[in-house]
């Protein structure tokens, strides 16, 4: 996927301005907000758990070639394949040499955020595969010629109206002659379509949510069963994972489930939860033939070297976005590339390169809401500081920028001056303020434009303290 | 200066912050007030800023020269306490991090940050003051009709804890009940220099805190951050708006003030 992270103010601003977008996210976040709180009560010690993620992830990412091998070990023992990629064009290689060798023509895919990190659909579609997405928000996004706007909610940013559109448009030819409006229908329509794509494809491509070492297993979360339609029906099942998807075992597998679905959705538990465990077996009833698994670093081991590691820990729950107010008010496309919101602002960056997103960790508050829901406790305010330490660092702010923080530096490293110039600047300010506020200010208008500038009093309180205590001494 | 009669009295430093130094002085006074009030004594060292600018945008050199600075001038005193949550997280939780491989410098910086109180958090917390409060407190006199209610800055309330304790004491404040506002945890867009470097998202979140306001009709807004109440006073105005923004210690006073941050004045 192209990188358009650089292009964030223009995209931001466009998007502020989109009355569908908003009222499509107002919906949404606040829908997810709510019974992630109800579920996350629910659970008396779901703090425990958060512990607990952040422990098993961290033991694991710390021993991560061990528990890697252990899991590598576990699928070829079941008859499935292990493919290591270090890039996503490595991944995507692998993958044509698989559907070409299977001679296949269709593919469809479960929902897959490493997949959008490599651009696989691209790659296969310009070898001449017809590829479908079957997670429905996927799909509608598929048909929109889109990308995914949130990690577990694709279409969030798509109204109901939208999709009725689309549906119409792309489902007349294929005998679908009214519009559907209700969001049962819509459904409805989209089952019959990909029905047919399940039943006739050649290979299904998945991503998966957890890789358990201990019994080789990929572990597929979804609430369509999409996931499960993909993996068994073609004759070739190929998963993508990145590296850091690999947990130890059935246990910490039961932790990490109580923390996701709660987490992205406030479900107890999402509705379909699979574990594929390689190929049909001699006595299976279905199942594909080929079972085979592709492992992408893309950047993870460089990660898992650096300050970020702890950003490796993300199980994609999406709860972040979900509580960020500039994520719920923007959407994910503004953020330019396949993460957006928190979660985005900090991997977008190491994944494409810290220049090329510097506005990612910038636009943020720092208001910390994303942490305190974080199901495996990853300082991400801490992480998007870190970034702009890096960035600076680099050298890579605008002269403007560097020039206004030396003023203020200048100023406020010497509290002598300080005190005395800034007595003078309250005291013109507060001369020519009228009403107690400005409407306009030199050099202020990003502050002014929208709102007014509150004037100062006559004197510093440093001014009047220094005052009161001659008098009284 | 008055020395408190009392010879066993806590010496704090008070840390007055840029903001409420330069646009809110009557905040300053109050806590001073309202800390003496308790049986300290207080002193107000020359002083800048903590350097979360900087250290917002980055330049951690810059914040270590800012970050000694005020250390050398508050470590003598029992405690330092400043009317604003995100300058008190600055000192009691980033300066460790940010000294911590000085060897000359991150002893200092702890025993600082340990001593570290934002306003509320001292009365309440730390001096644990008798509830009711003994403030002398005149009854609220033009409260009744109004609804007041609570921003929660995000620095205050997550890396410090703070929620209960202003509503505490401000419930001693005769005449006063509170609203809360469904969006009172929510980020008000103001984030330093971010309302500057992404004004048009800010306004957005300074925009839908207002729509919390007055969903819930309120006539007072109240918060312990002068960064985020600037921010809203500003667009009310500018909106405008006739609610009223304050710092809460300023209506723990025995009089109540008038002008509101932005020159706002009470609605008749």
Same mark, same amino acid.
């Given at each position: 996927?192209k990188?358009?992270?650089?292009?964030?103010?223009?995209?931001?601003?466009?998007?502020?301005?989109?009355d569908?977008?908003?009222?499509a996210?107002?919906?949404?976040?606040?829908?997810?907000?709510?019974?992630?709180k109800?579920?996350?009560?629910?659970?008396?010690?779901?703090?425990?758990?958060?512990?607990?993620?952040?422990?098993?992830?961290d033991?694991?990412?710390?021993?991560?070639?061990?528990?890697?091998t252990?899991?590598?070990?576990?699928?070829?023992?079941?008859?499935?394949?292990?493919?290591w990629?270090?890039?996503?064009?490595?991944?995507?290689?692998?993958?044509?040499?698989?559907?070409?060798?299977?001679?296949?023509?269709?593919?469809?895919?479960?929902?897959?955020m490493?997949?959008?990190?490599?651009?696989?659909?691209?790659?296969?579609?310009?070898?001449?595969?017809?590829?479908?997405?079957?997670?429905?928000?996927?799909?509608?996004?598929?048909?929109?010629?889109?990308?995914?706007s949130h990690?577990?909610?694709?279409a969030?940013?798509?109204?109901?109206?939208?999709?009725?559109?689309?549906?119409?448009q792309?489902?007349?030819?294929?005998?679908?002659?009214?519009?559907?409006?209700?969001?049962?229908?819509?459904?409805?329509?989209?089952?019959?379509?990909l029905?047919?794509?399940?039943?006739?494809?050649?290979?299904?491509?998945?991503?998966?949510?957890?890789?358990?070492a201990?019994?080789?297993?990929a572990?597929?979360?979804?609430?369509?069963?999409?996931?499960?339609?993909?993996?068994?029906?073609?004759?070739?099942?190929?998963?993508?994972?990145?590296?850091?998807?690999?947990?130890?075992?059935?246990?910490?597998?039961?932790?990490?489930?109580?923390?996701?679905?709660?987490?992205?959705?406030?479900?107890?538990?999402?509705?379909?939860?699979?574990?594929?465990?390689?190929?049909?077996?001699?006595?299976?009833?279905?199942?594909?033939?080929?079972?085979?698994?592709?492992?992408?670093?893309?950047?993870?081991?460089?990660?898992?070297?650096?300050?970020?590691?702890?950003?490796?820990?993300?199980?994609?729950c999406?709860?972040?976005?979900?509580?960020?107010?500039?994520?719920t008010?923007?959407?994910?496309?503004?953020?330019?590339?396949?993460?957006?919101?928190?979660?985005g602002?900090?991997?977008?960056?190491?994944?494409?390169?810290?220049?090329?997103?510097?506005?990612?960790?910038?636009?943020?508050?720092?208001?910390?809401?994303?942490?305190?829901?974080?199901?495996?406790?990853?300082?991400?305010?801490?992480?998007?500081?870190?970034?702009?330490?890096?960035?600076?660092?680099?050298?890579?702010?605008?002269?403007?920028?560097?020039?206004?923080?030396?003023?203020?530096?200048?100023?406020?490293?010497?509290?002598?001056?300080?005190?005395?110039?800034?007595?003078?600047?309250?005291?013109?300010?507060?001369?020519?303020?009228?009403?107690?506020?400005?409407?306009?200010?030199p050099?202020?208008?990003?502050?002014?434009?929208?709102?007014?500038?509150?004037?100062?009093?006559?004197?510093?309180?440093?001014?009047?303290?220094?005052?009161?205590?001659?008098?009284?001494? | 200066?008055?020395?408190?009669?009392?010879?066993?009295?806590?010496?704090?430093g008070?840390?007055?912050?840029?903001?409420?130094?330069?646009?809110?002085?009557?905040?300053?006074?109050?806590?001073?007030?309202?800390?003496?009030?308790?049986?300290?004594?207080?002193?107000?060292?020359?002083?800048?800023?903590?350097?979360?600018?900087?250290?917002?945008?980055?330049?951690?050199?810059?914040?270590?020269?800012?970050?000694?600075n005020?250390i050398?001038?508050?470590?003598q005193?029992?405690?330092?306490?400043?009317?604003?949550?995100?300058?008190?997280?600055? @000192? !009691?939780?980033?300066?460790?991090?940010?000294?911590?491989? +000085?060897?000359?410098? $991150? %002893?200092?910086?702890?025993n600082? &940050? /340990?001593?570290?109180?934002?306003?509320?958090?001292?009365?309440v917390?730390?001096?644990?003051?008798?509830?009711?409060?003994?403030?002398?407190?005149?009854?609220?006199?033009?409260?009744?009709?109004?609804?007041?209610?609570?921003?929660?800055?995000?620095?205050?309330?997550?890396?410090?804890?703070?929620?209960?304790?202003?509503?505490?004491?401000?419930?001693?404040?005769?005449?006063?009940?509170?609203?809360?506002?469904?969006?009172?945890?929510?980020?008000?867009?103001?984030?330093?220099t971010?309302? @500057? !470097?992404?004004?048009?998202?800010?306004?957005r979140?300074? +925009?839908?805190?207002? $729509? %919390?306001?007055?969903?819930?009709? &309120? /006539?007072?807004?109240?918060?312990?951050?002068?960064?985020?109440?600037m921010?809203?006073?500003?667009?009310?105005t500018?909106?405008?708006?006739?609610?009223q923004?304050?710092?809460?210690?300023?209506?723990?006073?025995?009089?109540?003030?008038?002008?509101?941050?932005?020159?706002?004045?009470?609605?008749?």
């Amino acid at each position: 996927m192209k990188v358009l992270s650089q292009n964030f103010k223009s995209a931001s601003k466009a998007a502020l301005l989109n009355d569908d977008l908003r009222s499509a996210l107002d919906r949404a976040e606040g829908g997810f907000v709510n019974t992630r709180k109800k579920a996350v009560a629910e659970l008396r010690n779901f703090e425990d758990y958060r512990t607990y993620g952040q422990q098993v992830k961290d033991h694991t990412l710390k021993h991560l070639g061990y528990y890697l091998t252990q899991f590598e070990n576990k699928v070829v023992k079941s008859g499935g394949h292990v493919h290591w990629a270090g890039n996503g064009e490595q991944a995507n290689k692998i993958i044509l040499d698989i559907c070409s060798a299977a001679n296949a023509r269709k593919i469809t895919k479960g929902k897959s955020m490493v997949s959008e990190e490599a651009a696989t659909n691209k790659s296969l579609q310009d070898q001449g595969y017809e590829v479908i997405e079957t997670d429905l928000g996927e799909y509608i996004i598929q048909l929109a010629g889109e990308s995914p706007s949130h990690i577990i909610a694709p279409a969030v940013h798509k109204s109901k109206q939208n999709v009725t559109d689309l549906f119409h448009q792309h489902h007349s030819r294929l005998g679908f002659l009214e519009k559907v409006t209700e969001p049962e229908d819509i459904v409805n329509q989209a089952r019959q379509v990909l029905r047919d794509h399940f039943c006739s494809a050649d290979v299904g491509i998945t991503g998966a949510n957890f890789l358990v070492a201990d019994t080789g297993s990929a572990v597929i979360v979804t609430n369509e069963g999409n996931g499960d339609l993909t993996a068994s029906l073609p004759g070739v099942h190929i998963i993508i994972a990145s590296i850091e998807k690999v947990i130890p075992d059935l246990v910490s597998l039961g932790g990490f489930l109580r923390l996701l679905g709660r987490s992205a959705t406030g479900q107890i538990m999402s509705v379909y939860t699979t574990l594929f465990n390689g190929p049909k077996r001699k006595d299976d009833l279905d199942g594909p033939d080929q079972f085979h698994v592709v492992l992408l670093d893309n950047g993870r081991t460089e990660i898992l070297k650096s300050k970020y590691q702890d950003i490796l820990r993300c199980i994609r729950c999406g709860a972040c976005l979900n509580h960020c107010p500039v994520y719920t008010n923007i959407g994910g496309h503004a953020y330019g590339w396949v993460y957006p919101g928190p979660i985005g602002s900090v991997l977008t960056p190491l994944l494409v390169g810290q220049t090329k997103a510097m506005h990612l960790p910038n636009a943020c508050t720092l208001n910390g809401r994303c942490q305190t829901v974080c199901p495996v406790k990853i300082p991400l305010p801490s992480l998007l500081r870190q970034h702009r330490v890096d960035l600076v660092q680099m050298g890579a702010h605008s002269w403007a920028q560097k020039f206004g923080l030396w003023c203020w530096y200048s100023l406020a490293s010497r509290p002598k001056w300080y005190n005395q110039i800034t007595r003078i600047l309250v005291a013109i300010l507060a001369r020519t303020a009228t009403r107690g506020r400005f409407r306009w200010l030199p050099l202020a208008r990003p502050w002014t434009a929208t709102r007014d500038f509150p004037a100062p009093a006559q004197s510093t309180f440093q001014q009047l303290w220094k005052a009161q205590h001659r008098r009284k001494t | 200066m008055t020395d408190s009669d009392n010879n066993s009295a806590h010496n704090v430093g008070f840390f007055i912050t840029c903001l409420a130094d330069l646009f809110r002085p009557q905040v300053g006074f109050a806590a001073v007030r309202l800390i003496e009030q308790c049986g300290c004594h207080v002193s107000v060292p020359q002083q800048s800023c903590c350097g979360q600018p900087a250290y917002n945008n980055g330049d951690d050199s810059k914040t270590r020269v800012l970050a000694k600075n005020l250390i050398d001038k508050f470590e003598q005193f029992d405690y330092m306490v400043a009317p604003s949550g995100s300058c008190a997280a600055m @000192v !009691k939780v980033h300066y460790p991090k940010l000294l911590k491989d +000085d060897p000359n410098w $991150s %002893g200092r910086a702890q025993n600082l &940050a /340990d001593r570290t109180y934002e306003l509320s958090q001292f009365l309440v917390d730390v001096m644990r003051v008798k509830l009711p409060l003994k403030l002398k407190l005149k009854p609220a006199q033009f409260v009744d009709d109004k609804k007041i209610t609570y921003h929660d800055s995000c620095s205050g309330l997550r890396e410090l804890g703070i929620r209960s304790q202003p509503r505490k004491l401000l419930n001693q404040r005769a005449g006063i009940s509170m609203d809360e506002m469904d969006n009172s945890e929510i980020c008000c867009g103001f984030g330093g220099t971010f309302c @500057v !470097k992404y004004p048009e998202i800010s306004t957005r979140l300074v +925009d839908n805190k207002i $729509s %919390g306001i007055d969903r819930i009709e &309120a /006539d007072i807004v109240l918060g312990g951050d002068l960064g985020c109440l600037m921010n809203i006073a500003g667009r009310l105005t500018r909106c405008g708006k006739q609610t009223q923004v304050f710092h809460f210690a300023e209506w723990l006073l025995d009089e109540q003030p008038e002008t509101g941050i932005a020159g706002t004045k009470p609605k008749t």
